[in-house]
C-alpha cells in the first residue's frame, strides 16, 4: 500500500507509470487465480484502492491548473 504523501511527489508521469504497473499485477494476479494457483487475495483490494488513490491525486492535480 502506497501512503498519498509520497505519491504526491512524484511527477504526473511516474504516476501514471505506476497505475500501469499495477494493472499488469492485477492481470497478473486474475492469471494465476484462473489457473487455480495459490494468490494472496489481500492484493486485489490494495491494488484497487493504490490506482483510486493515484486518480484522485491527478484529479486534483487537473483542478489546480
Known sequence: ???AVTLREKSEQDLLE???TLR???LKLRM??????DVLTHRFS???RDVARIMTIL???K???
Open 1 to 3: 500500500m502506497t501512503k
Open 32 to 37: 494465476q487465480k484462473s489457473q487455480g494457483d
Open 46 to 48: 490494495e491494488i484497487r
Open 63 to 65: 483542478g489546480d491548473k
Open 59 to 61: 484529479t486534483e492535480r
Open 18 to 20: 505506476t497505475i500501469h
Open 24 to 26: 499488469k499485477e492485477r
